[in-house]
């Protein structure tokens, strides 16, 4: 299974960015995929995971209301619009697979494939 992941880039408070999640070798509705970020200098941290069906979606508290997670599974691709950004939000943002698709979990030991990650960089 390989995930790419795509669509980060410099923009300023209040903007909007769309990450793309493109999964090849595994259907992207038989894994429950999720989304993590890594600020500079620190920790990988949880941003957002949604189950195969798309009935179960979890987001970190910071980024509730602004963030969307969806996922469409005819382009076998998982999405995150990231609406009224700020500057912490800024960082490398991966996204990652876990092979038992209801598992839509926080913790980033859980998944088993990862993407390579895309820079987000929030100006103020």
């Known amino acids: 299974v390989q995930l790419q992941a795509s669509g980060g880039g410099l923009v300023q408070a209040g903007g909007s960015l769309r990450l793309s999640c493109a999964v090849s070798?595994?259907?992207?509705?038989?894994?429950?995929m999720g989304w993590f970020r890594q600020p500079p200098g620190k920790e990988r941290e949880f941003v957002a995971a949604?189950?195969?069906?798309?009935?179960?979606?979890y987001y970190e508290d910071s980024v509730k209301g602004r963030f969307t997670i969806s996922r469409d599974n005819a382009k076998n691709t998982v999405y995150l619009q990231m609406n009224s950004l700020k500057p912490e939000d800024t960082a490398i943002y991966y996204c990652?697979?876990?092979?038992?698709?209801?598992?839509?979990?926080?913790?980033?030991?859980?998944?088993?494939?990862w993407g390579q990650g895309t820079e987000v960089t929030v100006s103020s």
């Open positions: 990652a697979a876990n092979r038992i698709p209801y598992r839509a979990v926080t913790a980033p030991t859980e998944y088993d494939y």
């Open positions: 070798g595994r259907t992207v509705s038989s894994v429950a």
């Open positions: 949604i189950a195969w069906s798309g009935g179960r979606i």
